[in-house]
């Protein structure tokens, strides 16, 4: 058994660099830039009305979000937390749809006069399975609503149309890839959201693309001490392909990321395993680093199997892939002066930690319309995401804050959106300029044999 006390070196190690991290935080919210954006937008009176609404809401909005971080569900499974959104939102007259788009804990509502542009507000709600909302996804979710519901007094002065989308298992089954192919998207010219997080508030979070991988290998059993020789071995395939991987690191790119676990490797030692199985993630920077690092890793899966004598099995994408998120700086500065106006200092992604560069379903509908997803600190740099420390972190008086301040200035941003033409005009063109909307189907594809 290793732990911190058998291995002190690396866990003082490990703290360091955690400390450097909230050093390096500091220090750029120290000299964060004053944002500005040249755009009216909706106008102090309308931004007025959007904090009393939040504040009106606040006991509301805050008990939604314990009441979810109490009772966790994962993705695809979040019913009782659709429930209580939808709830919520009907005792507010609002009409909401549930079960939408296919997905049967999908959520939606509308509201606004119409016959403008449509902005969306996107909810995450779903948990970690042994862990909870150890990302913080109850707070998503909370903040959303409250901006939705503080949009709503104020739409027939914006115009257009404010949309409040529930977005099941962003954790395990890129939801909002599937609401996207299912047409929940079509009509919605911006997306808002935030997300809880360790550090500093971030106006960018470098997010990586993620795809992920399930290699499986079949061989010939055998009794392993009296005919090994009539068996070839799938766990040495796996081995050798894990063993491949590990190598690999080295020489990528710095952003990229391979991580996997072996996920079947016999069954008795004195059988030779007619089968085993591993499961792999892929992260990188950028759509064509990801598609070359899959075809690097595919063929260190082929190269095992002929190693070995094995028959490979490569599934590639259970779940749709993870586009990198194309941030939309335009509307995201807007963003930055009204969280500003609440006291916080946010600084740009430039200044993110490592252990900021996961991955999230937000980037495939950010090059789709223009979206932003900036994240809001309930914790020190200290406290990773997905542990059960950070879900402990994400009930407190700072998660409580994260959920007012996030409805706030996401209501903020998206009624400058539906007012201002010009601020529309400024985020389209950088959007077209960034490469416009992608078929993000077409994007990755599972590599072929070499």
Not at 329 to 351: E, I, M
């Amino acid at each position: 058994m290793t732990d911190a006390a058998t291995h002190p070196a690396a866990s003082a190690a490990g703290r360091a660099h955690l400390e450097r991290l909230a050093r390096r935080a500091a220090a750029a919210a120290a000299t964060a830039p004053a944002w500005s954006s040249p755009y009216e937008g909706a106008g102090p009176e309308v931004h007025a009305r959007i904090d009393t609404e939040v504040e009106d809401l606040g006991a509301e909005l805050l008990g939604l979000g314990r009441a979810l971080h109490a009772d966790p569900e994962p993705g695809f499974e979040e019913h009782r937390a659709v429930t209580r959104v939808a709830e919520l939102l009907r005792a507010h007259g609002i009409a909401v749809a549930t079960g939408t788009h296919g997905l049967p804990t999908a959520l939606r509502a509308s509201a606004g006069p119409g016959g403008g542009p449509t902005v969306a507000v996107l909810a995450e709600y779903d948990a970690l399975p042994g862990i909870g909302h150890g990302c913080g996804h109850h707070i998503i979710c909370a903040a959303a609503v409250g901006a939705f519901l503080a949009l709503v007094p104020v739409l027939e002065r914006t115009g257009g149309t404010a949309v409040l989308l529930g977005t099941p298992a962003e954790e395990n089954g890129t939801g909002k890839e599937l609401l996207a192919r299912a047409g929940a998207f079509e009509g919605v010219d911006a997306a808002v959201m935030i997300h809880p997080s360790s550090g500093p508030d971030l106006l960018d979070a470098p997010f990586l693309g993620l795809r992920e991988v399930v290699v499986e290998y079949t061989g010939l059993a055998a009794h392993a001490s009296a005919a090994p020789f009539m068996g070839r071995n799938a766990l040495d395939a796996v081995v050798a392909a894990y063993q491949g991987v590990a190598a690999l690191r080295q020489h990528i790119l710095p952003d990229d990321r391979v991580h996997g676990v072996i996920t079947d490797g016999g069954a008795r030692p004195n059988v030779v395993p007619e089968r085993a199985a591993a499961h792999f993630y892929l992260r990188a920077a950028t759509v064509e680093s990801l598609a070359e690092l899959s075809e690097r890793a595919q063929r260190i899966f082929e190269g095992a199997a002929a190693m070995t004598g094995t028959t490979l099995t490569a599934r590639w994408d259970d779940c749709p892939p993870c586009v990198p998120v194309r941030h939309n700086d335009t509307l995201a500065a807007r963003f930055a002066q009204h969280l500003t106006d609440r006291g916080r200092t946010v600084v740009p992604g430039s200044a993110a930690p490592d252990s900021a560069r996961g991955s999230t379903d937000l980037g495939n509908i950010s090059v789709r319309i223009p979206s932003i997803h900036p994240m809001l600190s309930i914790a020190s740099a200290e406290t990773a995401l997905h542990t059960a420390d950070f879900a402990a972190r994400a009930k407190g008086a700072e998660a409580d804050r994260a959920v007012l301040d996030g409805a706030s200035a996401l209501a903020r941003t998206a009624a400058d959106y539906l007012t201002d033409p010009a601020l529309r005009a400024a985020v389209d063109r950088e959007f077209e300029e960034a490469g416009g909307a992608l078929d993000v189907p077409k994007l990755l594809s599972a590599p072929g044999p070499a």
